[in-house]
């Protein structure tokens, strides 16, 4: 049995983009897929929740002129071109799926309703959560944390282009420490950028973990799975 039966996996758009900054790199999506395809394979139940930054985000400079709602309204359709191209990508490895929506759109994807959500992750698909949460103002980070307590996930892997949380930007600074672990609350008290003030508050009143890792370090998301101690953990710490 993996360490962790059942993981919601929260992927940015941006990290879909790889060099290019914009788009979706094919590569990337493969190479994601392929990561997932051996998870499955390890036994775990994999869902996950894409961002939508490398097409459209509301609160990009893009959008600075247009009315909030309506610019939230393009990113989470964003969110549903970055799934659609993640569910190609698996279903050429033959990896089975099921995409569901927050915002009705019968002719590409399912509503999202979580008992089938559960259902499919049962039978071992890879649910694909699209539209974040259906409602403005709302991040895919909270859209995250809210399914995978819908679905009852073991853990949240948030997948970056780092190693896991440290205790200032390591791009910027050489000198940033690492956490191994840190509470939700020290992660609040630090005003440190893991999630979205909404995610880290949805996780840490439900005792949900979060493992922050770096998804671009192939074998990453196996070697979780296999117990070792991979990124950075937060959960309730001594709380």
Do not use: W
Not at 36 to 56: Q, S, Y
Not at 113 to 134: D, M, N, P, Q, S
Request: hydrophobic share 45%.
């Amino acid at each position: 049995m993996p360490h962790y039966k059942r993981i919601l996996l929260k992927l940015s758009g941006e990290s879909l983009a790889g060099d290019e900054g914009y788009g979706i790199d094919a590569c990337v999506v493969d190479r994601y897929a392929d990561e997932i395809k051996k998870a499955l394979a390890r036994g775990a139940e994999i869902a996950l929740v894409i961002g939508g930054g490398n097409i459209f985000r509301g609160l990009s400079s893009a959008a600075a002129n247009m009315d909030r709602v309506q610019a939230d309204h393009m990113g989470m359709l964003a969110t549903v071109i970055n799934s659609l191209a993640f569910q190609d990508a698996l279903e050429r490895k033959g990896v089975f799926t099921r995409l569901m929506s927050a915002i009705k759109m019968e002719q590409v994807a399912e509503p999202f309703i979580r008992r089938r959500a559960i259902r499919h992750l049962e039978k071992g698909r890879v649910v694909i959560f699209g539209a974040g949460t259906g409602n403005p103002y709302f991040t895919t980070d909270t859209a995250a944390a809210l399914r995978a307590v819908e679905i009852e996930a073991d853990v949240i892997v948030k997948a970056t282009r780092v190693d896991g949380v440290y205790d200032s930007d390591p791009e910027k600074n050489p000198a940033a420490t690492m956490f191994s672990t840190i509470s939700y609350l020290d992660v609040l008290k630090k005003n440190l950028r893991v999630m979205d003030l909404t995610a880290i508050t949805l996780c840490r009143e439900n005792r949900l973990p979060l493992v922050v890792m770096n998804m671009n370090a192939e074998g990453n998301l196996m070697r979780l799975l296999e117990g070792e101690g991979v990124g950075t953990l937060v959960d309730q710490g001594g709380e």
